[in-house]
Every structure is written in C-alpha cells, then in structure tokens.
C-alpha cells in the first residue's frame, strides 16, 4: 500500500514536498516513481529513483525544479517541488514497480493527492 500526502494549494513560486509511505517489508526493491495527471491529460511520468537511490529520472518538464529522494529505511519516497508553476497543477501519485518511464513498469500505485497552484 502506498499513501501520499503533502499535497495542497500554493502560489506560483512557492514549494511543497510531497511524501509518500510505503507499507510493507519489500520497499527497497522497487523502483519508485512520481506521476502526475492533470484534468483532461494522461497521467506522465515526471520522476523516479531506483532501488537504492543512485540513479534518477526527471521529465524536462520538471527537471531543475523537482527533487526526488528515498529513505529506504522509512519506506519512504519524497518529491521536492520548488518554483511551483500553474502548469503543476495536477493530482499527483507515486508508484512502485521497476525501472522504466512507462506506467506499465509500475504495480503499486497510491490514491493521490492534489497539486494546486495559484498564478
């Protein structure tokens, strides 16, 4: 099971950091990855992180502004969102799965949290 929090309303230039916990004894095993769906668009991959941390994927949407972190010890994957667009709006989600930049690659998905950001 995966829950995200952190969500919110924020103006444009703002931050959030975007938490997500991961119940369960194999979280280190898989690779953890942030999506994001905005209303009437496909749900995007904008980041992931491997299994133990080393190796990270950006969209280039995101890339510069968005961080993406792991505790494996926690069972816990982060995103950093700094200089927050209009554009960011979107409901957020993590997942857990394997390498990869498809939503294929991803098993386990959490429920989501709102993204809103004010100009």
């Known amino acids: 099971q995966l829950v995200e929090s952190g969500g919110g309303l924020v103006q444009a230039g703002d931050s959030l950091r975007l938490t997500c916990v991961a119940s369960g004894r194999t979280f280190s095993s898989y690779t953890m990855g942030w999506f994001r769906q905005a209303p009437g668009k496909e749900r995007e991959m904008i980041a992931a992180?491997?299994?133990?941390?080393?190796?990270?994927y950006y969209a280039d949407s995101v890339k510069g502004r968005f961080t993406i972190s792991r505790d494996n010890a926690k069972n816990t994957v982060y995103l950093q969102m700094n200089s927050l667009k209009p554009e960011d709006t979107a409901v957020y989600y993590c997942?857990?799965?394997?390498?990869?930049?498809?939503?294929?690659?991803?098993?386990?998905w959490g429920q989501g949290t709102q993204v809103t950001v004010s100009s």
């Open positions: 997942a857990a799965g394997s390498w990869g930049e498809n939503l294929s690659a991803y098993e386990f």
């Open positions: 992180i491997s299994r133990g941390g080393i190796r990270t």
